[in-house]
């Protein structure tokens, strides 16, 4: 979500890019942020036993906690959860059972176990149980999140060539990724020529970034962050020109955790000069 106004210039741009930068430090790095993602489980069809215990096929790091926590069932595309311990809330309240809404639907289940949180993620068909550890952070003692120096040079000036292509990638786990490219951006950056294809985001993606109607998402890597890559919303108007504001680019949420599975940019959102703007490429602190 861009929420720095398209009009906005001078001191009341940084103003509100210096805003943007703390919620994307929040939701990067806070207690229940990106980094707090600790693990991630693909659902097979049937039921798989969540606990503490060794025999547990969703193994909950936390020694404190029931060998059998639950069992999630699924059966097609839907999850249901039943509670085998009294540790097991949503929303504050005990709970025994639970059909789990997805992240793709606007309002998840989230269960609530100690300092653990876990919920459905639904990725092209595949269903999985992701976890979030609430002290995982401070654990961490993570590095902050840094930024290049806000400069309104790297709001560019681009057109918009309408596309109806699907895209055929991978994740940073290398499985299949189809992105649904509906337009590429053209530009230039001092006297070089760009292209960018941008996307459509699929619906769990829009619901996680707030995107509106109007705007799309672009993957791109340049000479400042290869092999990593960045992202950046951009508006779509009727018309055919829009602007890309670089001071807005961020690090995919796989930046913050190894259990994210991030698409990655297509090879051809690769751009030759340095992009020295938004988000620096964040280092994940590795426990030791």
């Known amino acids: 979500m861009s929420d720095v106004p398209a009009m906005a210039t001078g001191a009341g741009y940084r103003v509100a890019v210096e805003a943007h930068r703390a919620r994307r430090r929040r939701e990067a790095l806070g207690a229940d942020g990106w980094i707090a993602v600790i693990g991630l489980h693909w659902l097979p069809q049937g039921v798989s036993d969540a606990g503490s215990g060794a025999a547990a096929a969703i193994r909950l790091p936390d020694a404190s906690l029931p060998a059998l926590c639950g069992r999630f069932e699924r059966s097609g595309n839907r999850v249901h959860f039943h509670g085998a311990a009294d ?5 504050g309240r005990r709970i025994e059972s639970v059909d789990m809404v997805p992240d793709s639907e606007p309002a998840p289940t989230v269960l609530e176990i100690g300092a653990l949180r876990l919920f459905v993620i639904e990725r092209d068909g595949d269903l999985g149980v992701r976890i979030k550890d609430l002290r995982h952070a401070a654990a961490l003692q993570a590095p902050p999140l840094e930024f290049w120096p806000v400069d309104e040079d790297w709001r560019i000036a681009a057109d918009v060539v309408r596309l109806d292509r699907l895209h ?3 994740d940073v786990f290398g499985r299949p990724h189809a992105y ?6 053209r530009f230039r950056i001092d006297d070089t020529d760009c292209a960018l294809l941008a996307f459509d985001p699929p619906r769990y993606a829009r619901l996680q970034a707030g995107l509106a109607p109007d705007e799309g998402s672009v993957l791109f890597t340049d000479a400042s962050c290869a092999p990593k890559h960045r992202s950046v919303t951009v508006r779509i108007p009727a018309s055919g020109a829009t ?3 670089f001071n807005l680019a961020e690090n995919p949420h796989c930046s913050f955790s190894d259990h994210v599975p991030c698409p990655l ?11 020295e703007a938004g988000e620096t490429i964040y280092a994940l602190p590795r426990v030791r």
């Open 265 to 275: 940019p297509p090879p051809a959102n690769r751009i030759a000069l340095p992009v």
């Open 87 to 91: 540790a097991v809330m949503v929303g």
């Open 168 to 170: 055929h990638g991978a």
């Open 180 to 185: 649904q490219a509906t337009f590429e951006l």
């Open 243 to 245: 602007s890309i504001d």
